[in-house]
């Protein structure tokens, strides 16, 4: 049975930090979840995530990850992804990769 | 220990070369993803889930001051400060930018070291035994051999592209503190009528099917260290599973076919191709003059008293030396709350310190991801303790429940598919905190965010491994692993444990032993082989327990 389609957003790892970033409605990369485009159906999700493929100059890796959403923007919905957003545990490096967060 | 040839300084910085203009062509755009991810994976480069990062190899766990100030440099300058020790010997850097990695990689190469094959499906870094040339029950140094082997290995033209990755791993004392039966081939020195030879283990491994390595040799003379592993290497190369990864380990072809069969094709291309190598003895002659042992500086051979600190410091974090006046000293890098594993530069360099002013210039990377200052005059250990705890290095729990091996985890790591450090830390602040570490005394405890087991839970006391179900953190446990020359893979439990229970379940688990032991001298692992795993699971599933312990 085919998944039912859930809001996304469209992810990848910045080319040249190795950071995660989000792709915003303008085709920016964001390095803030707040900012990105929510894709609320399977064919615009995967025109975006095709046209994400193509800027492989600037990220690596573009996926779709699931999210909540909420007036302030989207949030993570897998625990994958909200460690992904908030950093690791490690005091040093906490956050400090993602301004607005 | 091993210095660079012009050989190896001009085949390291022209690879340094190439990855310099591979990264230029990334990023300009002249290569794709797909093309660069196995070029920068050859040279140590993963993307993790937050950054980049870069594997050093250590060859067999071992480094001068020189290299570790070097790494302390690195760490500052391109990195956040700090590195992480791993359980294969190693240290990675968990954010390098992609333009700085050419440059790192030269500055490795100033010290002759490099991030090649810490990657890919080729020969890794062997590892050894971290009390190798130190140790009182050694038979020989195994050093020399793994050199041997990582010359032989490095760059080898045929092995660049095996079905996996191949982890070979060497002991050459009584005690196997290596492991070496967890790995595709194990190697243990062995005297036989006076010759030195090795005992050969093939197929061992941990990761998603974990096997304990089988004899495939029960003495290999020195001389045919080098083409027997070639033969090994050489038939798993034809045999091994290529179709499915999870599938292609040494391992499941040993299993898959049989250890006789596998030894008859050993033993056949060996027979065919032996004559093609030269004799060891006069590579293994040069190479053991670079591992001569120091001009020891007499001592006494009594630990020096001190404050109760200092010796509850020696009680857990010396072990015994080939001359009785040194003593070999574990530095915990497992002060509880810290991530295992991570030192920062400056206490990298207190390290290289110590190392030349009290350990002849001499460190080691243990596989249980604290470091090793081998050769220690007793009478010197007053000022290394006082020296470390200046450095924040001198927790007393060297084999203790708050030493634990605890892979990156999902917070770093992208394999990951649940923490492993926030566990650990948790679980050592609460022995910590509860000052029961030394009532419990020796117990290996080990934490695996994934399946592939890079925190070697199998083979713990207790093992924890870290699983997503329905979308949650599940941490299941084993008990009675053991990674010693007894190795055991351990049994699990039953039903895992969300991230807010475990550590309540670990703590019922050595509250039942303290209560089951039949004296203060009986173990964690020998009470174990003794009762078995039911009173663990009656301790940790029954309704009375967690509400005793709730």
Known sequence: MKRRFHPSVVTANDLFEGHPVWRTADGRWSATIREAEVLRDPETAEARLAAAASDAARVVGPYLAEVATAPEGPAPLHFREVFRVRGPAHASDRLDHLPGE | ?550
């Open chain 2, 1 to 550: 220990m091993y210095a660079y040839s012009d050989f190896d300084e001009s085949f390291v910085r022209n690879r340094v070369r190439q990855f310099r203009d591979q990264v230029e062509r990334r990023i300009d755009g002249r290569l794709s993803e797909d093309e660069f991810k196995p070029l920068r994976l050859m040279n140590g480069l993963y993307l993790q889930l937050h950054a980049y990062m870069l594997r050093v190899a250590i060859p067999y766990g071992t480094l001068d001051a020189r290299q570790m100030r070097q790494l302390a440099t690195i760490s500052e300058r391109w990195d956040r400060g700090y590195g992480h020790f791993t359980t294969r010997q190693n240290i990675q850097f968990n954010w390098p930018k992609l333009r700085d990695v050419p440059d790192m990689l030269d500055a490795l190469a100033d010290v002759g070291m490099h991030a090649i094959q810490t990657s890919g499906n080729c020969v890794r870094n062997v590892t050894s035994d971290h009390f190798a040339g130190a140790a009182a029950d050694e038979i020989a140094d195994p050093r020399p051999y793994a050199e041997l082997l990582r010359q032989w290995s490095s760059d080898h033209p045929e092995f660049q592209y095996l079905p996996r990755k191949f982890k070979i791993a060497i002991t050459g004392a009584t005690a196997d503190r290596a492991v070496t039966r967890a790995h595709d081939i194990g190697l243990r020195v062995v005297a036989r009528d006076g010759a030195v030879g090795f005992e050969v283990s093939v197929g061992g491994g941990l990761g998603r099917t974990p096997m304990i390595g089988r004899v495939i040799r029960d003495f290999l003379p020195e001389a045919d260290l080098v083409p027997y592993v070639e033969a090994v290497l050489g038939v798993y190369n034809q045999l091994g599973r290529r179709d499915n990864k999870y599938k292609a380990r040494i391992k499941i072809a040993v299993h898959e076919m049989g250890l006789d069969t596998i030894r008859d094709l050993v033993e056949a291309r060996f027979a065919e191709t032996r004559s093609e190598f030269p004799g060891a003895e006069a590579a293994l002659a040069e190479i053991r003059a670079a591992f001569r042992a120091p001009d020891f500086r007499a001592g006494g051979t009594a630990i020096p008293s001190g404050s109760p600190a200092f010796r509850a410091w020696t009680d857990t974090n010396l072990a015994p030396h080939r001359r009785e006046d040194h003593a070999i000293v574990t530095v915990s890098l497992k002060t509880p709350g810290q991530q295992p594993g991570d030192a920062s530069a400056d206490q990298m360099r207190a390290i290289a310190d110590l190392a030349e002013t009290y350990g002849y210039d001499e460190i080691r990377i243990s596989h249980r991801q604290n470091v090793i200052l081998p050769h220690v005059r007793k009478d010197d250990l007053p000022a290394v303790f006082e020296a470390l705890a200046a450095a924040g290095l001198a927790a007393a729990n060297a084999g203790l429940i708050s030493d634990i091996i605890a892979c990156p985890g999902m917070d770093y790591c992208a394999l990951a598919t649940a923490r492993s450090i926030p566990v650990a830390q948790e679980i050592a602040v609460l022995f910590e905190t509860l000052d029961l570490a030394h009532e419990v005394g020796p117990l290996r405890l080990n934490v695996s965010g994934c399946i592939n087991a890079c925190g070697h839970h199998h083979v713990a006391d207790i093992g924890i491994l870290g699983l997503e179900r329905a979308g949650v953190e599940t941490y299941q446990i084993t008990l009675g692993g053991d990674p010693t020359e007894r190795i055991a893979i351990g049994e699990r439990t039953g039903p895992g444990f969300a991230a807010d229970e475990i550590v309540g379940a670990v703590e019922r688990i050595v509250t039942a032993y303290l209560e089951l032991r039949d004296s203060a001298d009986e173990t964690f692992a020998e009470a174990y082989r003794r009762l078995g795993l039911a009173p663990f699971q009656k301790a940790l599933y029954s309704e009375e327990s967690r509400e005793n312990a709730a």
